[in-house]
Nanobody, 120 residues
Framework: QVQLVESGGGLVQPGGPLRLSCAASGFTFSMYAMSWYRQYPGKERERVAGIDSTGRITNSANSVKGRFTIRRDNANNTLYLQMNSLKPEDTAVYYC?????????????WGQGTKVTVSS
């Protein structure tokens, strides 16, 4: 079955970097767009970044442009989110999703989430 397992979350100081990973299994990873979302307590999930199946086309939310980079390794079925210049407002639970390039309504599978806390 489809499985998405995020890792790499944790506590980081403001201005610091963190890299999230999402290990995918149970489907042909290279055939699907993938995306990262985040969720604040009591709020709906918001799109952070998306990447097409080839890795050549990406998009990202205005709030993370220039700081976060999404990429994928199709040979190893892994999705990444490199987060730089982290801010306290980036504190959230981060989820990877299959599809969902433009909207969470398009995502059909989700990981369990990994918590990122940005604090001094």
């Amino acid at each position: 079955q489809v499985q998405l397992v995020e890792s790499g979350g944790g506590l980081v100081q403001p201005g610091g970097p963190l890299r999230l990973s999402c290990a995918a299994s149970g489907f042909t990873f290279s055939m699907y767009a993938m995306s990262w979302y985040r969720q604040y307590p009591g709020k709906e999930r918001e799109r952070v970044a998306g990447i097409d199946s080839t890795g050549r086309i990406t998009n990202s939310a205005n709030s993370v442009k220039g700081r976060f980079t999404i990429r994928r390794d199709n040979a190893n079925n892994t999705l990444y989110l490199q987060m730089n210049s982290l801010k306290p407002e980036d504190t959230a639970v981060y989820y990877c999703a299959r599809k969902g390039f433009y909207s969470s309504r398009d995502a059909d599978y989700w990981g369990q989430g990994t918590k990122v806390t940005v604090s001094s």
